[in-house]
Nanobody, 125 residues
Framework: QVQLVESGGGLVQAGGSLRLSCSASGDTSCFSAMGWHRQAPGKERELIATVPDSGRAYYADSVKGRFTISRDNAKNTVYLQMNDLKPDDTAVYYC???????????????????WGQGTQVTVSS
């Protein structure tokens, strides 16, 4: 059984940084891509960054240049370094993974089959 556990959320002032971690356990060999999503109150969940087993990472325009996703396959862990945080970044952040062969699926929230419980990130102005 696959389990994803996020950590590293918290309260930070605008302009600050946070690093989120997501540790995966279970049969992670089925993963073809892992990603970070977020959901703000009253808004839909959105994909913000994804990284395949091999290939380049993808970032949503809203975080491009400020956030960096990285993956340590040896540790079954994916990270999200968030710099220059803004109040609009306030949301619950979710780690997710999928095992679909078509990596184009990585761009869509509904493609992800495995989800963590989420970690709250709050950015104060």
């Amino acid at each position: 059984q696959v389990q994803l556990v996020e950590s590293g959320g918290g309260l930070v002032q605008a302009g600050g940084s946070l690093r989120l971690s997501c540790s995966a356990s279970g049969d992670t060999s089925c993963f073809s891509a892992m990603g970070w999503h977020r959901q703000a109150p009253g808004k839909e969940r959105e994909l913000i960054a994804t990284v395949p087993d091999s290939g380049r990472a993808y970032y949503a325009d809203s975080v491009k240049g400020r956030f960096t996703i990285s993956r340590d396959n040896a540790k079954n862990t994916v990270y999200l370094q968030m710099n220059d945080l803004k109040p609009d970044d306030t949301a619950v952040y979710y780690c997710a993974a999928h095992g679909r062969a078509d990596l184009y699926c990585s761009y869509f929230v509904q493609s992800y089959d495995y989800w963590g419980q989420g970690t709250q990130v709050t950015v104060s102005s």
